[in-house]
């Protein structure tokens, strides 16, 4: 799954009721090197979906920076470092 524009509310609902759609039939990777906005709400709720999903299936999260994986961390969160892109700007 590729994700572009902002992570907001709304787009961390509508990622978490995706993941929890393919829940249970393996993994899903989720791209985030296209997204230029971060709204910590939405980290937020990505944090949970992580928590929630991984007892059922594999998420594999990537193209976050650090500010990002420093989020998500406050939030209970370690991500290994897989698709890590730094403090690199997004193309």
Known sequence: ME???VFDLNAALALDRAVGSVKGEGSLVVNFRRVRD????????????????REEMELDVRGL??????????????????GYLGDVAPP
């Open 3 to 5: 994700l572009d524009g």
């Open 38 to 53: 971060f709204h910590d709400v939405g980290l937020a709720v990505l944090a949970r979906t992580i928590q929630r999903s």
């Open 65 to 82: 920076r650090d500010r990002q994986h420093q989020m998500l961390r406050y939030f209970g969160v370690e991500l290994a470092g897989h």
